[in-house]
Nanobody, 119 residues
């Protein structure tokens, strides 16, 4: 079991930037995937970006070239730098941690942080 604590959400105007951070603690396996997902009311949670312990990244098409995911393995943290934000990026953003051999649905989640982008 791991614990995840997120920070960094808030309100920003379209075109602005925000940085989300997540600290992971507990039983951390060495080969893992950390990432960010988001959810709006009435819709399914969706992938934003992930990064493996080896540094391989995956992005949703909608955020490519605007968002950057990074991690610090020595501190067990994962960050999401969000630039050129759009109103459609408004959602609750969740940090996710899972062993690399498992599905994201089986992973552990943070409590979520609200990101609101005004037009």
């Amino acid at each position: 079991q791991v614990q995840l604590v997120e920070s960094g959400g808030g309100l920003v105007q379209a075109g602005g930037s925000l940085r989300l951070s997540c600290v992971v603690s507990g039983n951390i396996v060495s080969r893992n995937v950390m990432g960010w997902y988001r959810q709006v009311p009435g819709k399914q949670r969706e992938l934003v970006a992930t990064i493996t312990s080896g540094g391989t990244t995956t992005y949703a098409d909608s955020v490519k070239d605007r968002f950057t995911v990074s991690r610090d393995n020595s501190k067990n943290t994962v960050d999401l730098q969000m630039n050129s934000l759009r109103p459609e990026d408004t959602a609750v953003y969740y940090c996710n941690f899972r062993p690399q051999s498992t599905s994201w649905r089986e992973g552990d989640w943070g409590q979520g942080t609200q990101v609101t982008v005004s037009s």
